[in-house]
């Protein structure tokens, strides 16, 4: 139990649909991440909240669109992705930014 | 450029092996975690380092923070098939509020 819990586990998604990632940790932290984790590359910071705020934009694409409505909670909205998006996205919280992170299971999203 | 390189990128061990792996980089940091993702799982943290020198030990693992605060190894004494992971280093990038993970190493312990 990490306190950090991600829906859906998988998602199978076409180009032209939409869909949302949620994230929700029950810890009190005050800093939430999405990662984004690919199969060849490195785990890639995408966006960071801090106390609701969005405080980084890892240079994402506009068809990424995180919301972060309180503390506890983190979306990641999804619209006309692309194949290569592909992914394990990862959810993480920190009591406060760049602190010790903790992190959810992920999601593993196909893009058809 | 990757702010954080780690190697071995992969590592194939028999158990009771000892092994260690690296975390450089050319900038100096203010601390640094180690976490380890299982397969199917998300990263989960082993240890933070704060102190140039600094040593850690955590039962078979111990973590050790260059003196100069640019590189960490991860020492595991006698490996277990339970060790078995993706090994991530991970720092607070100066004067953002961004977490950047290393490359990772992967490793394999065969029973």
Known sequence: ETGVTQTPRHL???MTNKKSLKCEQHLGHNAMYWYKQSAKKPLELMFV???????ENNSVPSRFSPECPNSSHLFLHLH?????????YLCASSQTVNTEAFFGQGTRLTVV | TQLLEQSPQ?????EGENLTVYCNSS?????LQWYRQEPGEGPVLL????????????KRLTFQFGDARKDSSLH??????????????AIPYENTDKLIFGTGT???VFP
Do not use: H, W
């Not at chain 2, 240890?47 to 955590?58: D, I, N, P, R, Y």
């Not at chain 2, 595991?76 to 280093?89: E, K, S, V």
């Open chain 1, 12 to 14: 199978v998604m076409g």
């Open chain 1, 49 to 55: 909240y801090n106390f609701k705020e969005q405080t």
């Open chain 1, 80 to 88: 006309t992705l692309q194949p290569e998006d592909s992914a394990l």
């Open chain 2, 10 to 14: 992969f590592l194939s061990i028999q």
């Open chain 2, 27 to 31: 900038s100096v940091f203010s601390s």
């Open chain 2, 47 to 58: 240890v933070t380092v704060v102190t140039g020198g600094e040593v850690k030990k955590l």
């Open chain 2, 76 to 89: 595991i004494t006698a490996a277990q098939p339970g060790d078995t992971g993706l090994y991530l280093c």
């Open chain 2, 106 to 108: 992967r490793l394999q």
